[in-house]
């Protein structure tokens, strides 16, 4: 059983800063990818960032410059620092994985809330 644990998150002033992290349990040979998505109410869930098994990042146009992906392998563990936080940032963040075990698996985290004042 795959276990994808988030933390962090929570209220912020806008221009304030937060840090998310996912880690990785259970059985599976490696991650193939892992970062984090976000849905608003009333929106769509979108990609925000993500990180490949090389090491590549992918970030939404929205958070360039303000969020910053990074991994600790050896903990399966990903975090999102978000720095100069908008209202509009204000969504409930998702981890997700994609794990290479029996074939590749993605995975969802339970979501954690990110509110942003103004």
């Known amino acids: 059983q795959v276990q994808l644990v988030e933390s962090g998150g929570g209220l912020a002033q806008a221009g304030g800063s937060l840090r998310l992290s996912c880690a990785a349990s259970g059985r599976f040979f490696s991650i193939n990818r892992m970062g984090w998505y976000r849905q608003a109410p009333g929106k769509q869930r979108e990609l925000v960032s993500l990180v490949t098994r090389g090491g590549s990042t992918n970030y939404a146009d929205s958070v360039k410059g303000r969020f910053t992906i990074s991994r600790d392998t050896a903990k399966n563990t990903v975090y999102l620092q978000m720095n100069s936080l908008k209202p509009e940032d204000t969504a409930v963040y998702y981890c997700?994985?994609?794990?290479?075990?029996?074939?590749?698996?993605?995975?969802w985290g339970r979501g954690t809330q990110v509110i942003v004042s103004s």
């Open positions: 997700n994985a994609n794990l290479a075990g029996n074939g590749a698996v993605n995975y």
